[in-house]
């Protein structure tokens, strides 16, 4: 009888102990998301902040099962919610360096984030990257403004800031914090001046992709407009000015109105075109990681060359959702009204997708990821 009870107990405890491993692997998919694109992408912004990375834990890298190997395809619409208490974060450099060193496998920033003038001349047919049946030829003031040797050649930086546009910056009071790092850079030629409180004003390279020219500046159909954009390049003082002039064919005039202002006005910046492999090179390096983006977004092409030449990196404005921890609407640009458009699957980018790979690597130290107000903020 005593052998029964024993045996009893034995039998209900095991069944306890598998009961819970199944409920630890059901929290566990939930928050990885349905593979086959079902449900909405969670993002576990919940647990954002809730995770504190150690430095000794040297056996985390870009291949590890901690990334997001099995993290949703789609690009749904996520809904994050409210926000915990933060924890500290710390940088990993162990990690840090071992993705500098994967990434150097698929693309060298130095080298690719332009293309240099001893490798191309004027008249030289090149084939657009999304349109290969398409051809431009390179014009004489393309060629002028190709730099001779890489802006980035040589260059190291302790700390690296990479500011998107995200509406979640305004009221941050991140600016004195993002001007404080070695190295500053910039999406779409975004504005900053009006916004200098939440954003900052230091400036070191700024993308512009031709399309900024339609929305931004109105395709310059008047002297007003040419005035503005004149000015808004002239700010830039001497920074890195990155132009995607092959990505498609559509951007052809646009790049061409850009360069023929910097040469008659003799603007102060350092234009750079990425190379032709830059884009795929970055995708390959995030496929074989298992984050399955359709296209890069802009903050993940600048996070993944500023790996090469920065020795830590802090992302602000990269906020994919339009609400906030506090269930606050989030405007899509800090700097407009525009509606949210990543949701439609026919969209080229699948930018929950990023942020939640870019999360990840916050909680392993590799990047700080800042999305709400900064320390120090009133």
């Known amino acids: 009888m005593q052998l029964q009870c024993r045996s009893g107990v034995l039998a209900a405890f095991a069944l306890l102990v598998l009961l819970l491993i199944f409920a630890d692997i059901s929290e566990i998919e939930e928050d990885l998301g349905d593979s086959g694109g079902r449900g909405a992408i969670r993002p576990a912004v919940s647990s954002f902040h809730s995770k504190p990375n150690s430095s000794s834990s040297a056996h985390v890298g870009v291949n590890s099962s901690s990334w997001p190997a099995a993290v949703d395809k789609s690009n749904d619409r996520a809904r994050p919610s409210a926000q915990p208490a933060a924890a500290k974060w710390r940088h990993n450099q162990t990690v840090s360096l071992r993705i500098r060193k994967q990434i150097l496998k698929f693309l060298d920033a130095e080298k690719d984030i332009s293309v240099l003038k001893g490798s191309l001349k004027p008249g030289d047919v090149i084939h657009y990257i999304f349109d290969r049946d398409s051809t431009m030829n390179v014009s004489r003031n393309l060629y002028e403004l190709l730099p001779r040797t890489s802006p980035l050649k040589s260059q190291r930086f302790r700390t690296c800031a990479i500011v998107g546009n995200s509406g979640v910056l305004l009221n941050s009071g991140c600016g004195p914090e993002i001007d404080t790092h070695s190295f500053v850079i910039r999406c779409n030629l975004a504005p900053v001046q009006e916004y200098a409180r939440d954003v900052g004003l230091k400036t070191d390279l700024v993308t512009m992709n031709p399309s900024v020219v339609q929305r931004a500046f109105e395709d310059l ?35 061409e109105w850009v360069n023929a202002l910097i040469l008659k006005h003799h603007v102060s910046v350092r234009t750079a075109y990425p190379s032709l492999r830059l884009l795929h090179a970055v995708r390959g390096y995030w496929l074989t990681n298992k984050v399955h983006i359709k296209r890069p977004t802009t903050g993940l092409l600048m996070y993944t060359l500023a790996t090469r030449f920065c020795g830590q990196i802090y992302l602000y404005g990269f906020w994919p959702f339009p609400l906030d921890h506090n269930q606050n609407p989030v405007k899509y640009h800090y700097y407009d009204s525009l509606k949210y458009g990543y949701t439609s699957h026919t969209s080229p980018h699948t930018m929950p997708l990023e942020f939640k790979a870019l999360k990840s690597l916050h909680e392993q130290g590799a990047l700080k990821l800042t999305v709400g107000q900064c320390d120090g903020a009133t």
Do not use: D
């Open 221 to 255: 159909v008047n002297a007003t407009w040419r005035e503005k954009l004149l000015q808004r390049l002239r700010s830039l003082n001497g920074s890195i000015l990155w132009i995607p002039a092959f990505m498609a064919r559509g951007g052809k005039e646009r790049v």
